[in-house]
Nanobody, 125 residues
Framework: QVQLVESGGGLVQAGGSLRLSCAAS????????MGWFRQAPGKECEFVAS???????YYVDSVKGRFTISRDNAKNTVNLQMNSLKPEDTAVYYC???????????????????WGQGTQVTVSS
């Protein structure tokens, strides 16, 4: 069982930065591929970034060059550094973990077994 708790959300002006963190409980974190998703009001949940067990990363095109996902297995955390934020980045951001059966991340929400409660990111214009 893995429990995930996100933090770091808030209100920021366009062009600013935020760093989201996701703290994971459980002893399998180093074997869990992780992902970040987001959901804006009235929209479907959208893939943002993923990181594999071996720290291979993948991003949705809209955040490439602006967001960076990273993991610290010693601290059981996965982070999302968000730079050059835009109003369209406004959403609730969710951290998710895959079963340790799988090596790589995924852009599909249904591939993730565990989810956090989300943290709100609001970017003002």
């Amino acid at each position: 069982q893995v429990q995930l708790v996100e933090s770091g959300g808030g209100l920021v002006q366009a062009g600013g930065s935020l760093r989201l963190s996701c703290a994971a409980s459980g002893r399998t974190f180093s074997r869990n591929a992780m992902g970040w998703f987001r959901q804006a009001p009235g929209k479907e949940c959208e893939f943002v970034a993923s990181i594999s067990r071996n720290s291979g990363t993948y991003y949705v095109d809209s955040v490439k060059g602006r967001f960076t996902i990273s993991r610290d297995n010693a601290k059981n955390t996965v982070n999302l550094q968000m730079n050059s934020l835009k109003p369209e980045d406004t959403a609730v951001y969710y951290c998710a973990a895959r079963s340790p059966t799988y090596d790589g991340g995924s852009s599909k929400g249904y591939d993730y077994r565990y989810w956090g409660q989300g943290t709100q990111v609001t970017v003002s214009s």
